[in-house]
């Protein structure tokens, strides 16, 4: 009887042993996470010129994946300014949790950053040399 009990309480103690262990290194972040798919999407929003008094116009921007630190503008359009920018790749990094950056890929002169949501870009176009625009859009 004395070795039926030293064997289960051996064997119970393998098993306590054997199930509780740490699983720290199957934690994710060994992973690079995909900053692009947290912003890609539609954005209605307003476009301004930086300078100018009542300059807001409705505009719409739509992001597309291109990589897990790439998007493409895949459309940038302002009826009242007569502005349609199309392709403009753009780098994404992720600044803090859920702040992320983005930057032209080429000299083209966009940058921008999302939060909770909200796209904010700053860019120039030829068409209007001396003009700096700015838009601010929430994702549907």
């Not at 995909?34 to 992001?63: E, F, W």
């Amino acid at each position: 009887m004395e070795r039926f009990k030293f064997l289960f309480v051996s064997l119970l103690m393998t098993l306590v042993s054997v199930t509780l262990f740490s699983c720290s290194s199957d934690d994710d972040n060994d992973y690079p996470k995909d900053a692009a798919a947290a912003i890609v999407g539609n954005y209605p929003g307003t476009l301004r010129a930086l300078g100018y008094n009542n300059s807001d116009a409705v505009c719409y921007v739509t992001l597309e994946r291109l990589a897990n630190n790439a998007v493409r503008i895949s459309k940038l359009t302002c009826e009242k300014y007569d502005i349609d920018v199309n392709s403009a790749n753009l780098k994404v990094e992720e600044t803090s949790n859920g702040i992320y950056t983005l930057k032209s890929e080429t000299s083209k002169t966009i940058e921008g950053m999302y939060n909770n949501k909200i796209l904010t870009l700053t860019f120039s176009i030829d068409a209007y040399e001396d003009v700096t625009w700015s838009f601010t859009g929430k994702k549907e």
